[in-house]
């Protein structure tokens, strides 16, 4: 397979528009939800992951590797790699957009290895929008925003309706995260606009 960068977004494609009420740059994130693999506190094995907003729209997500990451002794295991860049593409779209989406296709490219007690910082940026689909990508630089970059992903976000959550999920955990956003109603989603 060729290393050479393939076209970005793959179909032609429009700016993204962020939402009117999108949390602006240096706005810390929440978390969405507290059982996140990615970002929730209630879960111990978890990557959490915390972001923040950045300028022209960009979220920044740190990740700390821990001995709960590994996948050779001391390195991070390359499909938790892929779950923390998940994890930030999946903040940047849900956050700047304020509509849900899934992860329809994620490529990743590890670069350099990622060893237990190093911290990835992930700069996410939006690409694209065409129709429902959403092109995002983003780059992992090992221990400093400007260090070396050991990791990249390029992934499509499909937007969806609240239905796909209750359908195919759990309805109860899809309340817990709803009476959550009604405490806050300023973070409440468009659904269907
Ligand atoms: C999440 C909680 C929400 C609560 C809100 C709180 C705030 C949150 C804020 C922020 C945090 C978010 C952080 C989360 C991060 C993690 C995200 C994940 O890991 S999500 C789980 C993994 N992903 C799945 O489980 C999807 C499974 N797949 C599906 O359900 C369907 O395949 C789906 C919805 C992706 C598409 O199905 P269709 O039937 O709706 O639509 P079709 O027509 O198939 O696709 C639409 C367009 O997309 C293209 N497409 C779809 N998949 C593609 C692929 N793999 N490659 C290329 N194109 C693809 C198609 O070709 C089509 O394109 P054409 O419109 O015709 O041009």
């Known amino acids: 397979m060729s290393r050479t960068a393939q076209p970005?977004?793959?179909?032609?494609?429009?700016?993204?528009?962020?939402?009117?009420?999108?949390?602006?740059?240096?706005?810390?994130?929440?978390?969405?939800?507290?059982?996140?693999?990615?970002?929730?506190?209630?879960?111990?094995?978890?990557?959490?992951?915390?972001?923040?907003?950045g300028e022209g729209q960009t979220v920044r997500a740190q990740f700390t590797v821990t001995d709960a990451h590994q996948g050779a002794p001391g390195l991070a295991h390359g499909g938790l790699l892929a779950c923390a860049f998940d994890e930030a593409l999946g903040s940047i779209v849900g956050n700047l957009l304020r509509r849900p989406?899934?992860?329809?296709?994620?490529?990743?490219?590890?670069?350099?290895p990622v060893p237990v007690g190093s911290t990835l910082f992930i700069i996410a940026r939006l690409d694209g929008m065409a129709g429902r689909k959403i092109y995002v990508s983003a780059d992992g630089h090992l221990d400093a925003e400007d260090g070396p970059i050991a990791v990249q992903a390029r992934?499509?976000?499909?937007?969806?309706?609240?239905?796909?959550?209750?359908?195919?999920?759990?309805?109860?955990?899809?309340?817990k995260i709803m009476e959550a956003r009604r405490r806050k109603p300023d973070r409440d989603w468009d659904i269907n606009p």
Request: proline content about 11%.
């Open 8 to 53: 970005w977004p793959p179909v032609p494609a429009e700016p993204v528009i962020a939402h009117p009420q999108a949390p602006a740059p240096g706005e810390k994130l929440p978390m969405h939800y507290a059982e996140c693999f990615g970002c929730g506190d209630e879960l111990d094995g978890g990557l959490h992951m915390r972001s923040t907003v």
């Open 101 to 112: 989406a899934v992860t329809g296709r994620l490529e990743t490219d590890f670069r350099r």
């Open 155 to 175: 992934s499509l976000f499909v937007l969806v309706d609240f239905d796909h959550f209750t359908t195919h999920g759990h309805p109860q955990s899809m309340e």
